[in-house]
């Protein structure tokens, strides 16, 4: 055992625990921001809709201009809900990479951890 402690360096260490860590946490990070960036411009385009509605609603002025705005709203509801469908797939798509690099992430570790471990057997 105490061979086993002498050989084990800050390097050994590096690689079996802080690189991973390191690596794992700056997935975690890229991850979060690229979806909270589509988030954030998820919002603000359905924002821009909602504005873009009520101040379609504020110029109505008589029966005519009513009909007009009505019937817009099936445009504007198809619209939506495709942006909607868009903005799904898109976070569908962040999390499917996330879990790739994830396992990748985890399969290249637990490589150079059991090779890190045979090397310290044999060197015990």
Same mark, same amino acid.
């Given at each position: ?33 690229? $979806? ?6 998820? *919002?603000?385009?359905?924002? /821009?809709? %909602?504005?873009? &509605?009520?101040? +379609? ?36 798509? $962040? ?6 690099? *994830?396992?990748?992430?985890? /399969?290249? %570790?637990?490589? &150079?951890?059991? +090779? ?9």
């Amino acid at each position: 055992m105490e061979n086993i402690m002498k050989n084990f360096d800050t390097t050994q260490f590096e690689n079996l625990f802080f690189g991973p860590a390191r690596a794992f946490a700056s997935l975690n990070l890229d991850f979060t921001e690229k $979806l909270v960036n589509t988030q954030l411009e998820a *919002s603000k385009s359905y924002a /821009e809709a %909602n504005m873009n &509605q009520v101040r +379609a609603l504020l110029n109505v002025r008589d029966a005519e201009g009513l009909r007009t705005y009505m019937e817009s709203q099936q445009k504007v509801a198809k619209d939506l809900t495709e942006r909607m469908k868009g903005d799904a797939e898109k976070v569908v798509a $962040l999390q499917q990479d996330f879990v790739t690099k *994830s396992q990748k992430l985890t /399969e290249e %570790n637990t490589k &150079q951890a059991t +090779a890190a471990a045979a090397k310290a057997t044999r060197q015990a």
